[in-house]
């Protein structure tokens, strides 16, 4: 194992601006603790749930090409048209060619981060097709041109200071931090949004293989809208959001609310069966694409277990090292803990570029603690470490320093003791390895307290003896 690169570490750690961190520090602080409180107080062994729920999804990946099977005949019985692309260009085409067959030019989109995954937007764009972004979060990404660094809190790194200046800048009144008048605001320019668009476009939280149910979760109502107001209704869904049964649904919405914000239940739950059918309200089509980017290669390697997320971000949560280096240090679409295992697997993107991804971890394994399919992310943060070294992927193609010296010093007690006595003696900034300049320059470290124990256990020995 090598050490990583001191640009490595700068990226992950340096850089991030004072607000943005104490943003993401609050915005992960309080959902951390209302999820501890609300599992203590309504269940008696919350980890029995989180395992039940670990073993059906574990079952669904483990049959997955059965049950996308059942999913689609499901879906066809209930009036949808069903398509399933294998990589991120064709899941692009496919989104396209049913909106310029339907004529759609306008999209509103809620709940998904697949389509953020595919960069969807910008491809559309391009063809003169205009989407809108209508969770509040998402909305706000939009107008800043900036990307997500949550996955439940897209604008966790943004207070609502900086909401109020977009607001502001893009017309949509004078400067107003109040959370209430920015809702309002946002309801009212979104509403016109919703009642021109052609096409609503959404993910899915869950898919029934029983019955074909597309499950949406939300707090705002903005999915309401794009499943019922426009006359076209297109799912972009990844191949891993299945459960067998209808029935499975009510152990994963009370763990996904619990875990994702401390709610029993999320505000909105829709269950959409299909299109409208006669004298029903709803849109006239309904389309789902099934998208693997990937997916497939992952559930046949040593990985699989994290293709059993339900997106809570509880591990985001709970992450030192997100909280401390902040969602856009990770480059990619899914951040945290669940990011450094899912991203560098992912089909699109390229192992090399993010195989630094899995050692932005302290292993301190909060992320499975709290994580409610119970992924033993540590675990896989390893094995994938052990991918990039095998590969010479990422940082360990770079050359950086060996752990010989440190494995050295560790084995050897005489020299130990007297790195200690040196390190308390000499401020760690002058120190002399060059490599950790960089990343000192960044930081107030503590100071030194080393041979303390040693001390301790010298005093012990003496009066016991
Ligand atoms: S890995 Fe677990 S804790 Fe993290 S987002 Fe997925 S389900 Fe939630």
Redesign the pocket.
Known sequence: MRLPSPQAIDRFSSGVDASVRASVYEGTRVPTEWRREILARDYEQPDVLRKLAAQVKQHTMDHLEDYLVKAEQALLANGAEVYFAETVDRAKSMALEVLQRENAKTVVKSKSMLTEELHLNSFLAQHGIECVETDLGEYVIQIDDDVPSH??KPIVHKNRRDIAKSFEREGLGAYNDDPETITRRARVHLRKSFLRADCGMTGANFVSAESGRIVLVTNEGNARWCTTAPRLHIVMVGIEKLVPRDKDLGLFLNL?AR??VGQQLTVYTQFVNGPRSIGKDGPDKMVVIFVDNGRSEVLGSDYRE?L?????????NVCPVYRQATGHAYRAT?Q???GA??SPLLGANDFEQLADLPKASSLCGA??E??????P?PNLLLRLRDRAFREGAGMAKKGTPPMAPWAWLATHPGAWRSALTMANAVPMKAAPVPAMHRWLGTRELPAMKGGAFRRWWRKHQKADS
Request: aromatic content about 4%.
């Open positions: 996955i439940i996904l875990s994702a994290i059993r997320c339900i997106r809570c971000g509880a591990c985001q899914y945290g803990p669940i295992v899912l992320c499975n709290v994580c409610p399919v119970d992924i992310i």
